[in-house]
T-cell receptor
Framework: EPEVTQTPSHQVTQMGQEVILRCVPI?????FYWYRQILGQKVEFLVS????????KSEIFDDQFSVERPDGSNFTLKIRSTKLEDSAMYFC????????????FGEGSWLTVV | AQSVTQLGSHVSVSEGALVLLRCNYS??????LFWYVQYPNQGLQLLLK??????LVKGINGFEAEFKKSETSFHLTKPSAHMSDAAEYFC???????????FGTGTRLKVLA
């Protein structure tokens, strides 16, 4: 079964450093998402991306965050200058035009900022 | 705005007992509702989803949920708990326009031997 893949599975970075989290959505999917889950808390929406542009973003998704689809297969989340509070699990998700309202999540990338 | 409320951040049941995890939603449009399970240090696995077809939805691992519009609820049940069901369960709602999911705060299920 096709799945969303994310790399790295775990990354430790120093505060102030830039981080890029990578995702390979399911082939032929057109809608892409990033969600965040701080340890012990609920999963929160960050951003949705469609037709090569951001379609919606949350308050969390401030200027230090950016997303990009650099080629036909990858979807990346960049955090420009990481803060301690950015430590969280980041989930990528994708949706196809034929999958109704069901989006498919990756296994997550655990980011630890020290 | 849509929202989801999960009553009970922690639920404990004995092995073999009924599992009932509560989810109430708020939506101004017909909602799409989902239950996800998350095992420790793992990702989100879809258990089941309601998409306006049958109100009683069956999912994986013996779980099912019933959509009750009058009660704005979508509670998750399983007749007989198994030790392997111990995990965190998240209810989520989306609408047909944005496809964005709003998650509840989660319920951690503990199964006692």
């Amino acid at each position: 079964e096709p799945e969303v893949t994310q790399t790295p599975s775990h990354q430790v970075t120093q505060m102030g450093q830039e981080v890029i989290l990578r995702c390979v959505p399911i082939s032929n999917h057109l809608y892409f998402y990033w969600y965040r889950q701080i340890l012990g808390q609920k999963v929160e929406f960050l951003v949705s991306f469609y037709n090569n542009e951001i379609s919606e973003k949350s308050e969390i998704f401030d200027d230090q965050f950016s997303v990009e689809r650099p080629d036909g297969s990858n979807f990346t989340l960049k955090i420009r200058s990481t803060k301690l509070e950015d430590s969280a699990m980041y989930f990528c998700a994708s949706k196809g035009s034929n999958s109704g309202n069901t989006i498919y999540f990756g296994e997550g990338s655990w980011l630890t900022v020290v | 705005a849509q929202s989801v409320t999960q009553l009970g951040s922690h639920v404990s049941v004995s092995e073999g007992a009924l599992v009932l995890l509560r989810c109430n939603y708020s939506s101004s449009v017909p909602p799409y509702l989902f239950w996800y399970v998350q095992y420790p240090n793992q990702g989100l696995q879809l258990l089941l989803k309601y998409t306006s077809a049958a109100t009683l939805v069956k999912g994986i691992n013996g779980f099912e949920a019933e959509f009750k519009k009058s009660e704005t609820s979508f509670h998750l049940t399983k007749p007989s708990a198994h030790m392997s069901d111990a995990a965190e369960y998240f209810c989520a709602v989306s609408d047909s326009g944005t496809y964005k999911y709003i998650f509840g705060t989660g319920t951690r299920l503990k199964v006692l031997a």
